[in-house]
């Protein structure tokens, strides 16, 4: 698979009208020296030389940047209170890993909330891969700031494995019930990591002891590219075939409105819309309401 030609199609898409003028505006931004930031729950990067003017301006691009899922952020007073509380599921699962000089990856990074939070744990590279280009362009304007040497890849998980190098540990977070092959998806996150690697990963998974797996008749919770969403014993046997030599179950959590909610800075429907309104344990189409199972699967001997 030649990749470079992959990302010579995609960074044409920077080009889109409405990516172009986002892209022109971050890098007329201005520069700030001795920028304090904070790698909390809320990121928050405190600017204390910018003017009004110079923060308005942030604002007003930050604006352009809707819909703002993953976070949230903060530049000097101005929040961006994004659709999920992001830090609720990586304080779950920060105990479980360990990344200290280690080459980590994350499939469907979105605008790069978790690779920020990950940068005070000293990984040897951080690399993100999300074909899309609004959300890489929220990640550009972050990391104005920031100045990180995040990786930011426009490639999607078919092309994990052909990727210029292994990983030690692989974060995939929400991705694997987008794909209508969830076995293939694993082979190619299982041949992406080095011997020994682990491999981070969070699906929408049903109650119950054997090993099936629910496929929504057209949409699930108004989502309309929803495959598969298994029990826990038929994730493990997913991950089994794709080569795992085992699994370990972190933890399960339904999602509820602490977590996802509409804000402004999302403009959009979220989960208090594809539920039931009547029965909240249950989504609009009449399914089990979104609860995840969070694991971690070894390529090696555990």
Not at 174 to 201: C, F, T, W
Request: with cysteine; net charge neutral; glycine share 4%.
């Amino acid at each position: 698979m030649d990749l470079n030609k992959i990302r010579a199609e995609r960074q044409e898409w920077l080009g889109w009208k409405n990516i172009i003028q986002r892209q022109n505006a971050i890098s007329n931004l201005s520069h700030f020296d001795n920028i304090d930031i904070n790698f909390n729950d809320t990121i928050e990067i405190n600017i204390p030389s910018a003017t009004s003017k110079e923060i308005n301006n942030i604002e007003e691009l930050a604006k352009e940047h809707i819909p703002w899922r993953k976070g949230p952020f903060k530049i000097n007073s101005l929040l961006i209170d994004t659709e999920w509380k992001s830090y609720i599921k990586y304080n779950l699962l920060e105990p479980y890993f360990n990344i200290n000089n280690k080459i980590v990856g994350d499939i469907g990074c979105n605008n790069g909330y978790y690779l920020f939070r990950m940068l005070k744990n000293n990984p040897k590279r951080l690399v993100g891969f999300d074909p899309s280009a609004i959300f890489y362009s929220q990640f550009q304007f972050i990391n104005h700031f920031v100045k990180s040497d995040i990786i930011y890849e426009m490639l999607g998980v078919e092309h994990i494995e052909y990727y210029e190098h292994k990983f030690d540990i692989l974060f995939c977070l929400g991705v694997l019930y987008h794909r209508s092959d969830p076995i293939a998806m694993l082979k190619s996150l299982y041949n992406a990591l080095n011997k020994n690697g682990e491999l981070i990963l969070d699906t929408f998974m049903i109650d119950g002891d054997e090993e099936i797996a629910l496929t929504p008749n057209k949409r699930y919770s108004k989502i309309p590219n929803i495959y598969f969403i298994p029990t826990i014993p038929a994730l493990i046997n997913w991950c089994k075939r794709a080569g795992f030599s085992s699994v370990e179950v972190l933890e399960t959590m339904v999602t509820d409105s602490s977590e996802q909610r509409s804000t402004k800075w999302v403009y959009e429907q979220s989960l208090e819309d594809f539920l039931d309104p009547n029965d909240r344990t249950k989504t609009i189409e009449g399914y089990p309401a979104p609860k995840r199972v969070y694991i971690k699967a070894f390529k090696g001997v555990k």
